[in-house]
């Protein structure tokens, strides 16, 4: 709500941390089997903020859509409203390219780690 | 209008200057209207701007009305014109429409700076560490 870049630092929430404490509990006695896997985790904070970050994304799209069809059919007042738009949705889908590639290269970096 | 906040701001900014250019417009067009002593003169339009609802930008409130008794000229040649030759014109300043189109102007293409700089504000963010 307040800043566009809480978002990344929700990326902390994927960190590999949790997993490895997992794995302390298999170490002991057994009791918990596994701490990653079907259980919602820590994780699923995270994943309502993308869900919820997704769908404003593809709401400031739809609102850019629709003022350019009433650019087209003459119906819209003002056209500095549809740029105004458009300039959003074009904001917001670069930000959630921007998460999307952090993401990813996170997750190689991980894959890159040699034990 | 929250992730991007500023530019939904200056948007609301945008829209209430473009209504105040189209008043002024309204006027400037209906400077020279004549209508009879017995009927109203046009009434001046004057945008009222307030803050916006939600605490985010600017809205227009509504619209008020310049003087309806208009200015009385004494123009007998003028076919509207009562038995004693008077006719109303309305009570508007050519002079203060201009200015107050060159104000009205100006502050639409500030706000659309702010529009501009905010994008490019929030592209620098999104570049952050590329």
Redesign the interface.
């Known amino acids: ?1 307040t800043s ?2 809480s978002a990344i630092s929700g990326l902390s929430g994927v960190g590999g941390i949790d997993a490895l404490q997992g794995v302390d509990a298999l170490s002991g006695t057994g009791a918990s089997t596994g701490g990653a896997g079907a259980t919602p985790g820590p994780n699923a904070d995270f994943g309502n903020l993308l869900s919820k970050g997704l769908e ?1 994304v593809q709401a400031s799209q739809n609102k850019a859509d629709n003022l350019a069809v009433q650019v087209a059919d003459g119906t819209l ?2 056209p ?2 549809y740029t ?1 738009a458009a ?2 949705a074009s ?2 889908l ?2 959630t390219v ?1 998460v999307r590639n ?1 993401a990813v290269e996170a997750f190689q970096e991980i894959m890159r780690m040699q034990a | 209008m ?3 906040n500023a ?2 701001v ?2 609301s900014g ?2 209430v200057y ?1 209504k105040w250019l189209d008043a002024v417009s309204d006027n400037i067009a209906n400077i020279d209207n004549v209508s009879r002593t017995s009927e109203k003169a046009f009434q001046a339009r004057y945008v009222v701007a307030q803050e916006a609802a939600d605490g985010n930008g600017a809205q227009v409130g509504g619209v008020a009305f310049g003087n309806a008794q208009g200015i009385l000229t004494y123009d007998p040649q003028n076919p509207l014109a009562d038995s004693k030759g008077y006719v109303r014109r309305p009570d508007i300043d050519l002079g203060g429409q201009m200015s107050q189109m060159m104000m009205a102007q100006r502050a639409y293409q500030a706000n ?1 700076a702010v ?1 501009d700089r905010a ?1 490019d504000s ?2 620098a ?6």
């Open positions: 709500m566009p870049i404003s007042k003002d500095a409203q105004m300039n959003e904001l917001g670069q930000l921007a952090k | 929250s992730t991007f530019i939904g200056a948007g945008v829209t473009r659309l529009v994008k929030y592209t963010a999104i570049n952050l560490g590329k």
